[in-house]
């Protein structure tokens, strides 16, 4: 019998036959799927979209709930783990479904739910900011996204456990979830579930990551790949930090400071702090002169440490400042490693600002100007409640999705995850990426930065993607953009529309019947 999401399905029944307790608090009740579907239009790029929206939660069963038989001779039925809430957008009227291609979207955190590229990028609905992403005064709305990329493909956005209406289901430990292992394994496991249910498994598949999103992306690649049989056509990786080495700020460490300085330069001169030649000069032409700089010059001082001649160790310091905006005193004291929370509370000290991290166009105001790092990021001030709201709202009112848990739109779970088999080192998956790759070479890589993201600096990931070590004849698997804007770049419309043609154009490239694999 085809799955039909309009009818919940019973998830479990224990030894004895009784149903266990709901997630939502219910007693008794079963753990089931809970579906609904509604039909939608939106006007987008490309004309008229209809599509079909499915809402609700997939419930993710244990493979065997015993190892061992009772004493009867019987296996214990499938169990429930978790049950993980998603928003499914389907075109209607397409006449072989097997052959459109499929996103599943998610961000990162850890901890965080899916709502931001949802309503913020990919899906037919779009949070209303200013055009520039700048932030609105409540009460808070929704448009359409006339840059919505369903015109292109089916996007399913999924919300890891513990975030969004996503839970664990009782009797299981939601700290299970809350690691690197049990989050790739989840979110891998749920994704067969669906494209199985749904009849997709000869669609064209992409992955859609935001931040830890994108370590996540990279890691269901190899994930699926190997567990699952699954191979996907492409990732698109936004905001992407694939080795943790090269955001960490740590003592003896010295990626980070090389590799956020253009970043530094990009929001200085943004919040024109930089001398005025910089400043009257294109941020593109700025950005290749620190990257330059940094790399024949900044790479090299760093690595001499303490054996850094004074003389050269004050020229660094001078160049430093220069692209910084910040006072050379400052940058020696700071023995020429300027930190990113330090950074956003002195770069604009003497205006009584803080810059945001995680988009640096932003700023905010501090109790007082004296502290080293901010009070909090002005950039997720100014649109988390936007966010926040809408989801909430759009869920009951158009999507239809009823439930009295709180949408957990971010979790603070970073400061507790599991990273498991990283412990003592750097997390790192951008060797299962190029083994992924290595393996299906098929597997095509979209990487979008934005310049005033402090917090994923583009740098960093041309570092890494650089490092990976795939052979010249696979190195076209990537194609990488840069955009004027922070971490959500798509905040700003003019780059959201530039991202819906440049994503567009990927999937449907990555999609292609028929291609050669790339020649060795």
Same mark, same amino acid.
């Given at each position: 019998?085809?799955?039909?999401?309009?009818?919940?399905?019973?998830?479990?029944? =224990?030894?004895? #036959?009784?149903? &266990?307790?709901?997630?939502?608090? %219910?007693?008794?009740? !079963?753990?089931?799927? +809970? $579906?609904?579907?509604?039909?939608?239009?939106?006007?987008?790029?490309?004309?008229?979209?209809?599509?079909?929206?499915?809402?609700?939660?997939?419930?993710?069963?244990?493979?065997?709930?015993?190892?061992?038989?009772?004493?009867?001779?019987?296996?214990?039925?499938?169990?429930?783990?978790?049950?993980?809430?998603?928003?499914?957008?389907?075109?209607?009227?397409?006449?072989?479904?097997?052959?459109?291609?499929?996103?599943?979207?998610?961000? =990162?955190?850890? #901890?965080?739910? &899916?709502?931001?590229?949802?309503? %913020?990028?990919?899906? !037919?609905?779009?949070? +209303? $900011?200013?055009?520039?992403?700048?932030?609105?005064?409540?009460?808070?709305?929704?448009?359409?996204?006339?840059?919505?990329?369903?015109?292109?493909?089916?996007?399913?956005?999924?919300?890891?456990?513990?975030?969004?209406?996503?839970?664990?289901?009782?009797?299981?430990?939601?700290?299970?979830?809350?690691?690197?292992?049990?989050?790739?394994?989840?979110?891998?496991?749920?994704?067969?579930?669906?494209?199985?249910?749904?009849?997709?498994?000869?669609?064209?598949?992409?992955?859609?990551?935001?931040?830890?999103?994108?370590?996540?992306?990279?890691?269901?690649?190899?994930?699926?790949?190997?567990?699952?049989?699954?191979?996907?056509?492409?990732?698109?990786?936004?905001?992407?930090?694939?080795?943790?080495?090269?955001?960490?700020?740590?003592?003896?460490?010295?990626?980070?400071?090389?590799?956020?300085?253009?970043?530094?330069?990009?929001?200085?001169?943004?919040?024109?702090?930089?001398?005025?030649?910089?400043?009257?000069?294109?941020?593109?032409?700025?950005?290749?002169?620190?990257?330059?700089?940094?790399?024949?010059?900044?790479?090299?001082?760093?690595?001499?440490?303490?054996?850094?001649?004074?003389?050269?160790?004050?020229?660094?310091?001078?160049?430093?400042?220069?692209?910084?905006?910040?006072?050379?005193?400052?940058?020696?004291?700071?023995?020429?490693?300027?930190?990113?929370?330090?950074?956003?509370?002195?770069?604009?000290?003497?205006?009584?600002?803080?810059?945001?991290?995680?988009?640096?166009?932003?700023?905010?105001?501090?109790?007082?100007?004296?502290?080293?790092?901010?009070?909090?990021?002005?950039?997720?001030?100014?649109?988390?409640?936007?966010?926040?709201?809408?989801?909430?709202?759009?869920?009951?009112?158009?999507?239809?999705?009823?439930?009295?848990?709180?949408?957990?739109?971010?979790?603070?779970?970073?400061?507790?995850?599991?990273?498991?088999?990283?412990?003592?080192?750097?997390?790192?998956?951008?060797?299962?990426?190029?083994?992924?790759?290595?393996?299906?070479?098929?597997?095509?890589?979209?990487?979008?930065?934005?310049?005033?993201?402090?917090?994923?600096?583009?740098?960093?990931?041309?570092?890494?993607?650089?490092?990976?070590?795939?052979?010249?004849?696979?190195?076209?698997?990537?194609?990488?953009?840069?955009?004027?804007?922070?971490?959500?770049?798509?905040?700003?419309?003019?780059?959201?529309?530039?991202?819906?043609?440049?994503?567009?154009?990927?999937?449907?490239?990555?999609?292609?019947?028929?291609?050669?694999?790339?020649?060795?």
């Amino acid at each position: 019998m085809a799955y039909d999401p309009a009818r919940p399905t019973t998830a479990t029944a =224990g030894k004895s #036959g009784a149903p &266990s307790a709901s997630a939502d608090g %219910g007693g008794s009740a !079963p753990i089931v799927d +809970r $579906l609904g579907v509604r039909h939608h239009q939106v006007e987008a790029d490309g004309g008229t979209v209809r599509y079909t929206t499915t809402t609700g939660r997939l419930v993710l069963q244990r493979e065997r709930a015993a190892e061992k038989p009772d004493e009867a001779g019987r296996w214990e039925g499938a169990k429930p783990r978790a049950e993980v809430f998603f928003v499914a957008y389907t075109r209607d009227g397409v006449r072989d479904p097997g052959a459109r291609p499929v996103t599943f979207s998610f961000n =990162g955190g850890p #901890g965080s739910s &899916s709502v931001w590229m949802h309503l %913020g990028l990919l899906g !037919p609905r779009r949070v +209303r $900011l200013q055009d520039d992403g700048m932030a609105v005064a409540p009460p808070y709305e929704l448009v359409d996204n006339v840059h919505t990329l369903l015109d292109t493909t089916d996007l399913v956005f999924v919300d890891p456990v513990s975030t969004g209406f996503s839970r664990a289901a009782p009797g299981e430990k939601p700290k299970d979830f809350h690691g690197f292992d049990g989050d790739v394994e989840s979110v891998g496991d749920f994704i067969r579930l669906w494209v199985a249910r749904f009849g997709r498994w000869s669609s064209p598949k992409f992955l859609i990551g935001e931040s830890y999103g994108t370590t996540r992306a990279a890691a269901l690649a190899g994930y699926l790949q190997e567990r699952h049989a699954l191979y996907l056509n492409g990732l698109m990786l936004v905001s992407s930090v694939l080795d943790f080495a090269t955001v960490r700020f740590e003592p003896g460490n010295d990626l980070p400071p090389l590799l956020f300085l253009p970043a530094y330069a990009a929001a200085a001169h943004y919040h024109r702090a930089l001398p005025a030649d910089l400043q009257a000069r294109p941020l593109a032409d700025v950005l290749v002169e620190v990257e330059t700089w940094s790399l024949a010059e900044y790479g090299p001082a760093l690595l001499l440490g303490d054996a850094l001649p004074d003389e050269r160790a004050d020229a660094v310091a001078r160049q430093l400042a220069r692209y910084t905006g910040l006072d050379p005193a400052y940058v020696r004291r700071s023995r020429l490693r300027i930190d990113i929370h330090r950074f956003c509370k002195e770069l604009l000290r003497d205006r009584g600002r803080t810059v945001g991290r995680i988009d640096a166009r932003y700023t905010g105001v501090d109790r007082d100007d004296a502290g080293a790092t901010p009070e909090f990021d002005p950039s997720m001030g100014a649109t988390t409640g936007a966010y926040g709201a809408t989801i909430n709202d759009y869920v009951r009112r158009e999507l239809g999705f009823e439930s009295d848990l709180p949408y957990e739109v971010i979790q603070g779970l970073y400061a507790s995850w599991d990273y498991g088999r990283f412990q003592n080192r750097y997390v790192n998956v951008a060797e299962t990426l190029r083994k992924a790759i290595a393996v299906h070479p098929f597997l095509k890589v979209f990487v979008a930065s934005g310049s005033f993201d402090l917090a994923t600096p583009q740098f960093a990931t041309r570092y890494t993607l650089d490092h990976l070590g795939l052979p010249p004849h696979l190195r076209g698997n990537l194609v990488e953009r840069r955009y004027d804007g922070g971490h959500m770049m798509y905040v700003d419309l003019e780059i959201l529309a530039q991202m819906k043609r440049d994503l567009a154009a990927f999937v449907r490239d990555a999609s292609a019947p028929g291609r050669s694999a790339p020649d060795a």
